[in-house]
């Protein structure tokens, strides 16, 4: 248990001090690409 904690706090403080991303732009590439290899990727009978 004490184990968990610790990595627990350990995530925490790491979460916390990363810099932050503009979301927006994060969700909206990921969406491209993603759409761009679905896309490519799909045979159509």
Excluded at 10 to 34: E, G, M, N, R
């Amino acid at each position: 248990m004490k184990t968990f904690s610790l990595v627990a706090l350990i995530l925490l403080l790491c979460s916390c001090s990363a810099p932050h991303h503009d979301s927006t732009q994060a969700v909206k590439q990921f969406y491209t690409s993603w759409m761009t290899t679905f896309t490519e990727r799909c045979e159509y009978p």
